[in-house]
């Protein structure tokens, strides 16, 4: 079940989420604790400052769990930089179909969770 029984739903091909994190210059990693009903709507694309990565986020299939940047599910997480410190907004498109269901964006430092978003509190469109 998703963290405080609510999740957002990605639910046509327009669908996206975003938001802002405040985050120090340097290199992350992206968990998307999340589910998706299909292998054809199971990916999504993030955006940093307007600057698409170059790792998909790849969803698990039925149950939330953690993300990939892998399409096998391993515990590789997708990978971000940012240049300065300070709010940088992101956005997570669809890469395949609409339906995933997102409940909270980690971002994780050297191992450690430095930001943690329940996707209910972002604007979805």
């Known amino acids: 079940a998703a963290s405080a029984g609510q999740a957002v739903k990605l639910?046509?091909?327009?669908?996206?989420?975003?938001?802002?994190?405040?985050?120090?210059?340097?290199?992350?990693?992206?968990?998307?604790?999340?589910r998706a009903f299909g292998e054809g709507a199971n990916s999504l694309w993030l955006t940093?400052?307007?600057?698409?990565?170059g790792d998909p986020v790849h969803?698990?299939?039925?149950?939330?769990?953690?993300?990939?940047?892998?399409?096998?599910?391993?515990?590789?997480l997708t990978r971000l930089t940012v240049a300065t410190d300070g709010a940088h907004a992101f956005l997570f498109t669809l890469r395949e179909?609409?339906?995933?269901?997102?409940?909270?964006?980690q971002f994780f430092r050297g191992g450690t969770v430095v930001a943690e978003i329940e996707c209910e509190t972002l604007l979805a469109r």
């Open 11 to 34: 639910h046509d091909a327009t669908a996206s989420l975003r938001g802002t994190v405040s985050l120090l210059k340097g290199e992350y990693e992206v968990n998307v604790v999340s």
């Open 48 to 53: 940093i400052d307007g600057q698409q990565m």
């Open 59 to 76: 969803i698990p299939l039925e149950r939330f769990a953690n993300s990939s940047r892998s399409h096998e599910l391993t515990s590789s």
């Open 97 to 105: 179909g609409p339906g995933p269901e997102l409940d909270k964006i």
